[in-house]
């Protein structure tokens, strides 16, 4: 099969995204990318999930630990990183497939990110000073005047909690607003075929706890304490370690909670977050959505093929 467009898998966390990425690869001689705000970085191999060493020998991917935690990436920078590795792969004849959960990320491809280049740093100062003072109060804000961008920006990320506020201050439309008022008149968007996979919320729930038992088993712990170690060491600030798991990990670690509230904490939250990327998905133009419960990844792979072929300009 020629395929038009590189392919996207896309779902919330522990849906089984990457198994199903790696199906499609040996099928259609490809290669995968990336689509996560955290996978990319490096050290952080266990509890951001990235794909196991067997997986990475079998088909080759991109944007996956390669980045050090003390360099944030936004979702415009992303964005050009996945461009570039489409490119690269092409000129190897190999076929692209992006694979990830970041809704962000997948919205900046697919319709692009608003320039942003509005800035009030009078009101930017006020805010962090507010977010210091009692960030749940500026979340409570942020969901009152945008609750469709607000279920997906963490109270732990300040950044762009402020930056959400500010926007809307400055200009008086929410971030949602300027998405949808966004036209990217480069031409620089992509034309994916997005498959969404999708899980009833109790099983979902049960992927998720067996996965974080899982994750804790192979040394997250460890994990967390070796970058602890070199953010002091280095005296930079890694601001992925305040990412779902690695905070509550520090926390147990400070011998603030017992290693059982540390794993139900990361438990809950996690599934807290993949209920927020539902909703995001939810709302974006999908191609393809697959109740995936009950499904073999190679089931689900020759779904994903048997609709390739008879959409967006594929031929045999």
């Not at 038009?4 to 779902?11: F, R, V």
């Not at 489409?86 to 491809?109: D, E, M, N, S, V």
């Not at 942020?142 to 950044?159: A, F, R, S």
Request: hydrophobic residues 35%; contains cysteine.
């Amino acid at each position: 099969m020629t395929l038009k467009y590189p392919i996207a898998i896309i779902g919330p966390t522990a849906i089984g995204k990457t198994a199903i990425a790696v199906s499609l690869a040996k099928i259609l001689n490809g290669e995968i990318i990336g689509l996560d705000s955290r996978q990319i970085y490096k050290g952080m191999g266990i509890g951001t999930a990235q794909p196991k060493t067997e997986e990475m020998d079998e088909i080759p991917h991109h944007l996956i630990g390669l980045r050090d935690p003390s360099k944030p990436v936004s979702a415009g920078e992303y964005a050009k990183l996945v461009k570039d590795e489409i490119g690269q792969i092409h000129t190897r004849r190999k076929f692209p497939i992006i694979c990830g959960g970041a809704g962000l990320y997948f919205r900046a491809l697919t319709i692009g990110i608003f320039d942003g280049s509005v800035s009030e740093l009078n009101i930017r100062d006020r805010l962090n000073i507010e977010y210091e003072e009692n960030p749940d109060r500026l979340v409570e804000r942020l969901m009152t005047i945008d609750p469709e961008y607000g279920e997906i920006v963490h109270i732990n990320n300040k950044k762009r909690l402020v930056r959400a506020l500010e926007i809307y201050e400055s200009t008086g439309r929410t971030p949602s607003e300027h998405f949808k008022m966004q036209k990217d008149d480069s031409g620089d968007t992509l034309e994916l075929f997005s498959v969404l996979l999708e899980m009833k919320k109790e099983k979902l729930n049960q992927q998720i706890e067996l996965r974080t038992e899982a994750m804790l088993a192979e040394g997250w712990v460890d994990e967390v304490k070796q970058l602890i170690k070199y953010q002091t060491e280095s005296e930079l600030k890694f601001p992925a370690l305040d990412s779902i798991g690695y905070k509550q990990i520090q926390s147990y670690l400070n011998n603030e909670i017992s290693f059982e509230e540390m794993k139900e904490k990361i438990i809950v939250r996690t599934r807290q977050f993949s209920r927020r990327q539902v909703q995001w998905f939810k709302k974006e133009n999908i191609d393809l959505r697959i109740e995936v419960s009950g499904l073999t990844k190679f089931q689900i792979a020759e779904n994903i093929l048997d609709v390739l072929y008879k959409t967006k300009g594929n031929t045999p």
